[in-house]
């Protein structure tokens, strides 16, 4: 399974090693300036406005690594709209209730529980060692 990331900064460093915990091969990185922090571990591909086409071209499941909701969001919406689908990403060292349930493209990083009955919306980020108790709506 093939992921395509956009973001390259630190977010994106966290989430590209929970997708590769979890079974997807990163393809690599579309970013605003297409820089990436030091040490990400994959190349960056070209810049987020690129997004379409790469959809287009078959990278189908995307990523959203960007820690800014408004973008996030954004660029979720240009996912969608092009006929792309959002991945969702969970820490094996997560703990998620077997009622709970997780819009697409939303994060649950290390040490995060996600307790009984909880929603996540689309492209939430659980962030590490947070905790969202029971009947919680995110």
């Given amino acids: 399974?093939?992921?395509?990331?956009?973001?390259?900064?630190?977010?994106?460093?966290v989430c590209l090693e929970i997708l590769e915990d979890s079974g997807w091969v990163v393809?690599?990185?579309?970013s605003s300036d297409a820089s990436a922090i030091p040490g990400l571990p994959v190349p960056v591909?070209?810049?987020?406005?690129?997004?379409?086409?790469r959809i287009a071209g078959g990278a189908a499941d995307v990523f959203v690594a960007v820690?800014?909701?408004?973008?996030?969001?954004?660029?979720?919406?240009?996912?969608?709209?092009?006929?792309?689908?959002?991945?969702?990403?969970?820490?094996?060292?997560?703990?998620?209730?077997?009622?709970?349930?997780?819009?697409?493209?939303?994060?649950v990083m290390p040490g995060a529980v996600i307790n009984a009955g909880s929603v996540l919306g689309m492209l939430v980020i659980v962030n590490t060692n947070a905790t969202v108790d029971h009947d919680s709506l995110l």
């Fill in 1 to 13: 399974m093939s992921v395509l990331v956009v973001g390259a900064g630190g977010h994106a460093r």
């Fill in 67 to 107: 820690g800014d909701n408004t973008v996030r969001m954004e660029i979720g919406r240009r996912v969608l709209v092009a006929g792309g689908r959002l991945v969702t990403a969970v820490s094996p060292h997560a703990v998620v209730s077997a009622s709970a349930v997780l819009g697409a493209g939303s994060v």
């Fill in 27 to 30: 393809s690599g990185c579309l």
């Fill in 45 to 53: 591909l070209g810049l987020d406005s690129e997004l379409e086409d």
